[in-house]
């Protein structure tokens, strides 16, 4: 066999599976949807064409540019509280913990609800923010409230906490990297260049840091701008996400075209964030050599 | 010479009990280029790290110009380092890494430039100021670390094993010109490191280390020419550390090994068994039988080896003692025309006493224990 032969050979015996795999459950859908958001809707069904009246639909009607702004807003509160929570533990981990099993362990506990089901852990928000939760529970025992208070659940704001829990791990665990390989001796040369501890986290660990933080707004802004689990049950009145719309017109409103429309738009979106992302990395990584 | 460090009584022990540093007093003068040289574990970098603020002593004191700066914190201290991995920051430009130690301090745009630029020239990297460190050499990257830490004008700079990630050539031609920099800024130079030639090139004096403590401190010809222990006769240089009986014969000291004896200094007044020490290139081949003159005494072996290296060769001869002589004859022609004797052959040596020292066999067995468990 001759070499070019045989290496054709080894390729395809190992990326045949993974390419059918790949091109049946997610090219062929994301063809199909992009089809279907160019069909006319014929209630009950809709027919194969080729119009934009999907996409006129979601522009003219002010409803859906309402949830867009909405989901992006949810998103990027979601991001920034997850930053805010998950770099101050990260940093930490990797500077402030001396032992290695108490480091293995700490971060074992941070990334450990992953292993837990999506639904159980929003679920567990209800019972925490809820009226008879443990939070109104607490809050009367010490005496700050005297009834329990329904400010708590079905807003924006418990949905923005029950994501920013549940997608902690997705920030922690790229932070976490990214300042474990910081030498720790670049830090010692900036101390001994004259510059002090906050002086030195500005000029050197978070900029050395920010292709983690980077990644972890991507996870988390691409996975929130996504969710249609929380807004169902933390969320309440006017917590419609995009996700949840693209939902409704897959189901109760029959309107398949119009979802796959708007799906599109969405993978449009996430695929932006993923791309720009990338873009400032690159750059970042030309600075970090 | 005025001191300008002092070290008092510094120790330190790390977790789990490990003596690094053990009660270690050292004065280091100003302006001078001063090398803690040991093998690794020693406690020479624990040192270095406790005058740069990096590491705190849990006993004693370390005083610069008169004053305590024990507890300081690095970056309050007039002291910089150069990291043995460099420590570029990998953000910066080289010239924004040469500036930073002035940007932090607050010197204006256009002074922080022009320094920049002087140490730019210093280092021989004219108009490479705008490179970030991946875009250099591990030499360009050495300079640029060198000048990062001379641009504040530290009381001390600390180089820390700083030529060890250099290639051989590169090396050589690095220590040459950091002893020129060093002449040339005036600068207090700590450097440390575990190579006994790149200490003894480089520094003023030597402070040779072992297991935290301080074996002895002098310049390098002191240290290699008079070593006070076996620890610091066989760290620096080739030596010959070959078990002896000591006695008297007639009105001279003598060492006896096998078929060996060599007259020794009349004052070394000892008997026993002694460690008996002589530097390989301090013996001479002789032609056969004839008497060396100048005191030297002369005795007689069997070449069991040669090694050839180029400008010298090595000569393990037999003397029927414990280990061979090790004899070192420098080549000034080339291997063929040197007129070397051959393996088997049997060759007589002078040796004069002034060379030769005795050193504790207990020591120099504890000594060889340690290395061989290192």
């Given at each position: 066999m001759k070499p070019r032969t045989r290496r054709l050979l080894n390729f395809w015996s190992l990326f045949t599976g993974p390419a059918l795999w790949w091109g049946t459950v997610l090219l062929v859908p994301y063809l199909m949807m992009l089809a279907i958001s160019f069909y006319t809707r014929q209630f009950p069904f809709h027919v194969p064409d080729f119009q934009f009246g999907n996409y006129v639909t979601l522009i003219a009607d002010s409803q859906y540019f309402t949830v867009l702004l909405r989901s992006l807003w949810i998103a990027l509160a979601v991001s920034v509280t997850t930053f805010c929570l998950s770099y101050p533990l990260a940093?930490?981990?990797?500077?402030?913990?001396?032992?290695?099993?108490?480091?293995?362990?700490?971060?074992?506990?941070?990334?450990?609800?992953?292993?837990?089901?999506?639904?159980?852990?929003?679920?567990?928000?209800?019972?925490?923010?809820?009226?008879?939760?443990?939070?109104?529970?607490f809050l009367m025992w010490i005496g700050i409230i005297s009834e329990p208070s329904t400010i708590f659940l079905y807003n924006q704001g418990a949905m923005v906490v029950t994501m920013a829990y549940i997608f902690t791990p997705f920030m922690v665990m790229p932070i976490y990297a990214s300042l474990e390989k910081i030498p720790r001796s670049l830090i010692e040369a900036s101390k001994d260049l004259g510059a002090p501890r906050f002086t030195t986290f500005r000029k050197i660990t978070l900029p050395l840091s920010m292709p983690g933080v980077l990644a972890g707004f991507t996870f988390t802004f691409g996975l929130s701008i996504g969710d249609f689990i929380s807004p169902i049950l933390v969320g309440g009145p006017y917590s419609n996400m995009i996700a949840n719309v693209v939902a409704t017109q897959f189901g109760m409103a029959m309107n398949w075209p119009l979802g796959s429309a708007l799906g599109v738009v969405l993978l449009v979106i996430v695929l932006g964030i993923i791309t720009a992302s990338d873009k400032l990395e690159r750059i970042g990584r030309i600075n970090l050599g | 010479m005025t001191s300008i460090l002092e070290l008092h009584h510094l120790s330190k022990i790390f977790r789990g009990g490990v003596v690094a540093v053990d009660d270690l007093s050292l004065d280091i003068r100003e302006g001078e280029f001063l090398t803690m040289l040991g093998p690794s574990g020693c406690g020479k970098t624990t040192t270095l790290r406790m005058i740069g603020g990096f590491e705190y002593p849990d006993a004693g004191s370390v005083m610069l110009d008169g004053r305590d700066i024990t507890n300081d914190p690095p970056y309050s201290r007039p002291v910089n380092m150069?990291?043995?991995?460099?420590?570029?920051?990998?953000?910066?430009?080289?010239?924004?890494?040469?500036?930073?130690?002035?940007?932090?301090?607050?010197?204006?745009?256009?002074?922080?430039?022009?320094?920049?630029?002087?140490?730019?020239?210093?280092?021989?990297?004219?108009?490479?100021?705008?490179?970030?460190?991946?875009?250099?050499?591990?030499?360009?990257?050495?300079?640029?670390?060198?000048?990062?830490?001379?641009?504040?004008?530290?009381?001390?700079?600390?180089?820390?094993?700083?030529?060890?990630?250099?290639?051989?050539?590169?090396?050589?031609?690095?220590?040459?010109?950091?002893?020129?920099?060093?002449?040339?800024?005036?600068?207090?130079?700590?450097?440390?490191?575990?190579?006994?030639?790149?200490?003894?090139?480089?520094?003023?004096?030597?402070?040779?280390?072992?297991?935290?403590?301080?074996?002895?401190?002098?310049?390098?010809?002191?240290?290699?020419?008079?070593?006070?222990?076996?620890?610091?006769?066989?760290?620096?240089?080739?030596?010959?550390?070959?078990?002896?009986?000591i006695r008297r014969d007639g009105g001279d000291v003598v060492a006896c090994a096998g078929s060996m004896t060599v007259r020794l200094d009349r004052n070394t007044g000892d008997s026993g068994t002694r460690s008996l020490f002589m530097r390989?290139?301090?013996?001479?081949?002789?032609?056969?039988?004839?008497?060396?003159?100048?005191?030297?005494?002369?005795?007689?072996?069997?070449?069991?080896?040669?090694?050839?290296?180029?400008?010298?060769?090595?000569?393990?001869?037999?003397?029927?003692?414990?280990?061979?002589?090790?004899?070192?004859?420098?080549?000034?022609?080339?291997?063929?025309?040197?007129?070397?004797?051959?393996?088997?052959?049997?060759?007589?040596?002078?040796?004069?006493?002034e060379a030769l020292k005795l050193f504790d066999t207990a020591e120099v067995a504890a000594m060889k224990a340690e290395e061989a468990a290192a």
């Open positions: 940093y930490f981990l990797a500077f402030k913990v001396r032992s290695n099993r108490l480091r293995l362990f700490l971060y074992t506990a941070a990334i450990v609800p992953l292993w837990v089901s999506y639904l159980l852990r929003a679920y567990t928000w209800k019972t925490i923010l809820g009226s008879e939760g443990i939070l109104n529970s | 150069m990291f043995q991995d460099f420590a570029l920051f990998p953000h910066m430009t080289a010239e924004e890494n040469i500036g930073y130690g002035l940007k932090i301090a607050g010197v204006g745009k256009t002074p922080t430039a022009e320094r920049v630029r002087a140490m730019l020239d210093m280092i021989e990297l004219p108009g490479m100021g705008a490179r970030f460190p991946s875009e250099l050499s591990v030499g360009q990257q050495q300079r640029v670390a060198l000048a990062r830490a001379l641009v504040n004008n530290p009381r001390i700079l600390l180089l820390d094993e700083p030529m060890s990630a250099l290639d051989a050539k590169l090396k050589e031609s690095m220590q040459v010109e950091l002893r020129h920099i060093h002449d040339r800024v005036g600068i207090t130079f700590v450097m440390v490191t575990h190579d006994q030639t790149e200490a003894m090139i480089m520094s003023d004096r030597i402070m040779v280390m072992h297991a935290g403590r301080i074996e002895q401190i002098g310049t390098p010809t002191d240290l290699y020419d008079h070593p006070r222990t076996a620890y610091v006769a066989e760290f620096l240089g080739a030596s010959n550390m070959i078990p002896a009986t390989p290139e301090k013996i001479r081949l002789v032609p056969r039988e004839s008497e060396a003159g100048d005191g030297s005494s002369t005795f007689s072996g069997t070449v069991k080896e040669l090694f050839f290296s180029g400008n010298m060769v090595r000569i393990d001869l037999d003397v029927g003692a414990e280990r061979p002589v090790i004899v070192h004859r420098q080549l000034d022609t080339e291997l063929a025309a040197a007129g070397l004797p051959g393996v088997g052959d049997i060759v007589t040596c002078a040796v004069n006493p």
